[in-house]
């Protein structure tokens, strides 16, 4: 059911995988429209969404590296068809369980393990197979602009969708959508049964022990925890940041988002079409201290309505366009074999610098009573990761003959 | 199925992508979807 006679080409991957990303990545993205609803439904305090909602980050992270591996050894689409399932369980439970914490609990589980069913990393490993070498870096930037365009449509259709039918329904339609699309377009990506060649293969534990005994994998690891600290931090702070600085009207906030998301796009897919043809490290540092540079001039220069505008443009452009980059190299040295897995692994660490970004952009500031401490250390970080990437050896690692088993 | 006129195709996707991305960005700045936001405390990035 889930094995196909051959394997499915290449723009049928770019485009099952990308429809799959852009939801994957869109509803989530979204799902913040439903803290005030939810919480007034049930008389809840903000806490419990947000926990909800922290949970299912940490989750997604947590999850990332067992389902990439499932991806790797039994197929993505049947780790696709799971993620729609739990996605679709995740966002029921949002609608119908009103105990606050089985609701932060279940909705964290279910949905963080449905993204990391559906997203980036174990969509990855199809992506990196079905794509000709010379075009890899390209298909991991459409790949990730799909997922960028998913969090940049999504969030105006679940905000009108909640106006027009409400949160419970709301929930309803999205859990349906969910499951219409992403199941089709996982047996889209199926494909032929893995035949052992009888020689020695790698196995999960030995490719994890050789990539985290890899000096460059251990880089990427630490920039990637970077990339999440950062863009979170800024996602979930920049509002208050620009109220707690003057910028008190709303539509500036709101416009900041939406420029991220716009650039984002773009950002998305040309890092990945540059990684085709330069250094992949190279890029990726320059990524991470153009960041640095333009918070350092966003934090130096006189705050108004076009410094916050352009700043956003920047660091939409800038905002997962590490994604391709990283992905790309891990490729590159480990080979495609465990793909999935290796990508989650990177990804919880990233997942790792989120949760910390938000949470110390928050507890800071209440300590504090301002963001500078945060946004030094925003800054000290991006040069950090910006060091990381330089000596990154994105050759084929060298392997020892192995013996037949 | 391959296109006879690919480069036609092209632009006719990149026009679709861009009315698309157009809109979903006026759409980012009506004033209820503002509202919205303005009363979020938690953004899901």
Redesign the interface.
Known sequence: MFHSERAPDFKTVLLASGLVLTLAMGV??????W??PISQAHGWT?ET??LA?ALQNLMWGVFGPFAGMAADRYGTARVIVIGALLYMGGLLWMALVDQPTLFAVGSGVLIGAALSCTAFGAISGIVGRSAPPEKRSLAFGISSAAGSFGQ??M??VE??LI?VTGWQQAFYWLSALVVLVMVPMAFRLREPKLVHSGKHEQSIWEATREAFAYRPFQFLIAGYFVCGFQ??FI??HL?SYLKDKGLMD??I???A??LI??FN?FGSYYAGKLGGFLPKRYLLSTIYFSRTIAISLFLLAPLSSWSVYIFSAAMGLLWLSTVPLTNGIIAGIFGLKHLSMLSGFVFLSHQVG?FLGVWLGGYLFTREGSYNTVWMITIGLGLFATVMNLPVNEKAIRRAPLAAS | MRSRHPRLTRAAILAALGV??GA??L????P??????????????
């Open positions: 989530r993205h979204g799902l913040g429209f803290l005030q903000r969404f947000s909602i940049f449509v969030m105006p905000q009108q106006s863009v979170v996602g979930a509002p709303p539509n906030a709101v416009a988002l939406a998301g716009l796009i989120s | 698309v991305l979903t960005f759409a980012y700045l009506r209820d979807f503002i509202f919205d936001v303005a009363n979020r405390i938690v953004l899901c990035f």
